[in-house]
């Protein structure tokens, strides 16, 4: 049988498939027997909460999109219709907007995860950028969607947010004229950021793709933040960790359905149901409460394009994290200094989002200046030289030893050699 | 082809690299290409570009006479607020002495108005900061610390010649290109 693949399935019809186009094989390899850390927690969880959460905002979405109306003078009577007429338009409509909220949230816990037990180190670091690429793109997303309804803060979160780039010397205000298709926020911006609303989550979802097939070459990183060194620091992906992440779904959708039901317009602004007034802007814009941390650093600058820049900068300092954190260990577990430190990052960046939602003036601007000024200290000066003086624990010497009540036996030869084993 | 190009000398990273005919082909050849993806692509990114209805919206003509001094109206020109403001002689005199005040963005209230109509200030209603509609239009709402308009979203303060004096804003309000059709008509475009 030249030219096929030599499948190992029973079943008649799945070998058949299975022969000519190997996706069955590779399902089974990559999820399947997938070798993965025995050890992992609950933090684990995130990487396939956020898959599921981008395949519901795709299913919400299209057939929201079956009701939806791109036009200035429609767009907000028909997200109305949505919620009144159609049937079971409000629990699309509800899914989809708080499950934007959902996924900021799952994505950021996943973060935390990476930086708390040193995920983005080498091997991983294309891994990690990929991750900077999706987080980017999500935020482009969520801001395009959260302007569809064509509301008070839909029009001024976009008018304020697409003026950003007029801070740009030359180029500024042709790039801003571009991105409106008019000379302000009107219909062409309204048309143009439905398409790509409609696009971006497409690319996402091949952007996630790489990112799961980078995983799948260095393997995944554990609690420990040791590397794997043979088969008993392992188990098969499925059935323990297809079960260990159900789990955690069903929490999820605990969580997911608490605000769809209970409290569905908690995290949006009230100002959103009113239409579009290009003539009168809100008292107080505020961006959704996942960009606040962002929009605090923004202003913290009380120039334009150094506030501009600042704020790209804090994204862009995360790609560059792995060549930053100059420590050979991973966890946290085992870096006692870091361990605080990276706590006290996740305050500033509750503080930087507290900040980002009252107004620019006395107290928070102070505070907003400290914790972005303290946000790039982290990353550019603690992190480098931290690497270079903090005490480190001992590793363990495997995984298996190191989590299992018997010590998994005796080690291959050669690995257990290394007791200080540095990532 | 990488059989053909085995010939000892066609290794061109090895040391003395010569440029060979090979080369020159491909560069031409790699030049043509990114030609037309330029040429295909460009058409694409225009498009986003204002169109021609969009352009062609770009004029307004504006009734001064039932505007009493003091008062200010808004209207509409290419999808943005213009505030149309009939300044008080103390406001007019109090933009002339600000003319030698601390001015992030210099310019003269002469430059700002027509001559001989000095008490009608024409500029666009965004703050030049991040495009909010700043205050001040209506006498009963905050005018900020200069007696012109005061923008909520950051705190951006203008004075009574559209000025920015204090705030994240970089430039003065826009005056926008207009003229005067006779005394009390003007064209905005
Ligand atoms: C990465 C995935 C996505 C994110 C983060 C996202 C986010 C958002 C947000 C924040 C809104 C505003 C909700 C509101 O306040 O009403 C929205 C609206 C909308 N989205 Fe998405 N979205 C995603 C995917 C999609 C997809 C794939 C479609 C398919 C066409 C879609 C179609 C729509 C439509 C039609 C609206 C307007 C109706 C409404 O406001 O509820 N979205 N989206
Ligand atoms: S938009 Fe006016 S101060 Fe920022």
Sequence with gaps: ?????????????????????????????????????????????????????????????????????????MAFDSVERIMRDVNWGWLLRYVHANGASMFFIVVYIHMFRGLYYGSYKTPRELLWILGVIIMLLMMATAFMGYVLPWGQMSYWGATVITNLFSAFPLVGEHIVTWLWGGFSVDNPTLNRFFSLHYLLPFVLVGVVFLHIAALHITGSNNPLGI????????????????????????????????????????????????????????????????????????????????????????????????????????????????????????????????????????????????????????????????????????????????????????????????PMEKA | MADSAAAPQAAPHAGGAEVTKRDFLKLVTAAGAAVGVGAIVWPLVDSMNPSADVLALSSTTVDLAPVTAGQAITVMWRGKPVFVR?????????????????????????????????????????????????LGNRSTEVRGEYGGWFCPCHGSHYDTSGRIRQGPAPANLAVPPYAFEGDTKIKIG
């Design chain 1, 1 to 73: 049988m030249a030219g096929l693949h030599k499948s190992e399935f029973e079943n008649p019809v799945i070998n058949w498939v299975d022969s000519r186009l190997p996706i069955f094989t590779m399902l089974q390899k990559e999820y399947g027997v997938f070798p993965t850390p025995r050890n992992f927690n609950y933090f684990w969880n995130f990487g396939a909460l956020a898959m599921i959460n981008l395949v519901i905002m795709i299913a919400t979405g299209i057939f929201l999109a079956m009701n939806y109306t791109a036009h200035k003078d």
């Design chain 1, 227 to 418: 590397d794997v060194k043979g088969p008993q620091d392992t188990l098969p992906f499925h059935p323990y960790y297809t079960i260990k992440d159900s789990v955690g779904i069903c929490v999820y959708f605990i969580v997911f359905a608490l605000f769809v039901f209970f409290a569905p317009n908690y995290l949006g602004h009230a100002d959103n149901y009113i239409p579009a007034n290009p003539l009168v802007t809100p008292a107080h814009i505020v961006p959704e409460w996942y960009f606040l941390p962002f929009y605090a650093i923004l202003r913290s600058v009380p120039d334009k394009l150094g506030g501009v820049l600042l704020m790209f900068a804090s994204i862009g300092v995360l790609a560059l994290l792995p060549w930053l954190d100059t420590s050979p260990v991973r966890s946290a577990r085992f870096r006692p200094v870091y361990r605080i430190l990276i706590i006290v990052l996740v305050v500033t960046c509750v503080v930087l989002g507290v900040c980002g939602g009252k107004p620019a003036e006395g107290i928070w601007v102070v505070l907003s200046r400290i914790a972005t000024a303290y946000y790039f200290l982290h990353f550019l000066v603690i992190l480098p030289v931290l690497g270079k003086f903090e005490r480190t624990l001992p590793l363990p010497e495997s995984i298996s030893r190191a989590v299992l009540p018997t010590g998994g036996g005796p080690l291959p030869g050669g690995a257990a050699a290394k």
């Design chain 2, 86 to 134: 009939h300044r008080t002689p103390e406001e007019i005199a109090k933009a002339k002495v600000d003319d030698k005040g601390r001015l992030p963005d210099p310019a003269l209230d002469a430059a700002r108005v027509k001559p001989g109509k000095e008490q009608w200030l024409i500029v666009v209603g965004i703050c030049t900061h991040l495009g909010c509609v700043p």
